[in-house]
C-alpha cells in the first residue's frame, strides 16, 4: 500500500507494505499506534523505503514546527486578502478556532492554509469590514469565499483539501460521530453548569467514558483519529484544569477510557501545537467562573 507524503506527517491505515515517499525525513519518523509509541523498524525485503506493519492505525510524524506568526491587532494592517491563498483566521487562545487550526495541522495544510490570528481584545477594523462581518473567529476564506462556524469549517477543511480524511468511511461510526457532534453543546453547557455550581454532574464526563468504548480498534472516539476527537479535545483541554484545581475532580478518576484519550491526543503534533499552558486556561477560567460566585 503506498503512503503519500503529506509533508511532515502520514496518515496511513494498513494491512499489506507500505511504500513511503522518497523525500520522508527517516531521521525524525516515528510512528503513533492507538495503544504506544514504537520505534521504527525496516524489513531488509530489497527496498529501504518499503515496511510491512500489522493492521493498526499509524500516524507519522516529523519533528518540524512552524513558526507562528504573532496575533494582528488594530494597530496591523490587514494580508493580502482574496488574493487566491486560503487562509484560516484564528485566535490562539478560542478553543473553537483550535478545533480548525488542529484541523488544518492534521490534514498537514500548513504550506497550502495561511494562518492568520487574530487579537480578539483587540480586533483590527479591518476584519469585520473586509473579511468576516461577523467578527468572530474561526472564519476560513477559500475560493473568494469566508466561511465561519468551527463545526462546519473542520468538516469543510477535511473534505475540500487534500491530505489523510478525518472522518470515517464505516457507515455506524458516522452515525456515531454525528451523534457526538449533536451531543456537543449539551455537553458543554453540562459542565459549564457545573464549573458554575458547587457540585459537579458525574454523568456529564461519564458519557465521554462510555462514548469511548463504543469502538475498540483504538483510544479515539470513532477508534483513530478524528473530527470528533478534533471538535471535543480544546474544551476538555480547559475543563481539566480548572476542575481538578478549583474543585479538586480529577475527570479522569474512574475513567480509564477517557484518561488514555487525553494521553493519546497529547501524541499528537497536530494537536499539541496548538496547545496552550493550562496556566493561562486555569487563569482564564478563574476570572470567567470564580466572579460569578
Not at 524489513?43 to 515496511?51: R, T, V
Request: charged residues 25%; aromatic residues 12%; contains cysteine.
Amino acid at each position: 500500500m503506498a503512503a503519500s507524503s503529506i509533508g511532515h506527517q502520514i496518515h496511513i491505515n494498513v494491512n499489506s507494505p507500505i511504500l513511503l515517499p522518497l523525500r520522508t525525513n527517516f531521521s525524525s519518523l516515528s510512528f503513533t499506534f492507538s495503544n504506544a509509541r514504537y520505534p521504527l523498524k525496516w524489513n531488509h525485503i530489497g527496498c529501504p523505503k518499503i515496511c510491512a506493519l500489522p493492521a493498526v492505525s499509524i500516524i507519522a510524524s516529523g519533528s518540524s514546527r512552524e513558526m507562528l506568526p504573532p496575533a494582528l491587532d488594530s494597530s496591523s494592517e490587514p494580508p493580502a486578502i482574496f488574493d487566491g491563498t486560503p487562509k484560516l483566521y484564528i485566535s490562539y487562545s478560542c478553543p473553537y478556532a483550535q478545533r480548525t487550526w488542529i484541523a488544518r495541522n492534521c490534514k498537514a495544510l500548513q504550506e497550502e492554509i495561511k494562518l492568520v490570528p487574530i487579537d480578539l481584545k483587540n480586533r483590527p477594523d479591518w476584519y469585520k469590514e473586509k473579511v468576516y462581518p461577523a467578527n468572530k473567529v474561526p472564519s476560513l476564506e477559500h475560493n473568494n469565499e469566508v466561511k465561519g462556524e468551527s463545526m462546519d469549517l473542520i468538516r469543510y477543511i477535511d473534505s475540500n483539501f487534500e491530505g489523510p480524511s478525518l472522518f470515517p468511511d464505516d457507515p455506524s461510526k458516522r452515525e456515531f460521530a454525528e451523534e457526538l457532534f449533536s451531543y456537543f453543546d449539551s455537553f458543554y453547557k453540562a459542565v459549564i453548569s457545573s464549573l458554575k455550581e458547587d457540585k459537579i454532574n458525574d454523568a456529564t464526563f461519564d458519557s465521554i467514558e462510555t462514548a469511548l468504548s463504543k469502538f475498540v480498534d483504538g483510544s479515539f472516539f470513532l477508534g483513530s483519529l478524528s473530527l470528533v476527537d478534533i471538535a471535543y479535545a480544546p474544551f476538555i483541554e480547559r475543563f481539566q484544569p480548572f476542575l481538578l484545581e478549583v474543585k479538586n475532580y480529577d475527570i479522569t478518576t474512574g475513567r480509564t477510557k477517557l484518561a488514555a484519550w487525553i494521553k493519546e491526543m497529547n501524541q499528537i503534533e497536530g494537536y499539541t501545537v496548538t496547545k496552550r499552558d493550562p496556566k493561562e486556561h486555569l487563569e482564564n477560567y478563574k476570572r470567567r467562573f470564580l466572579s460569578q460566585l
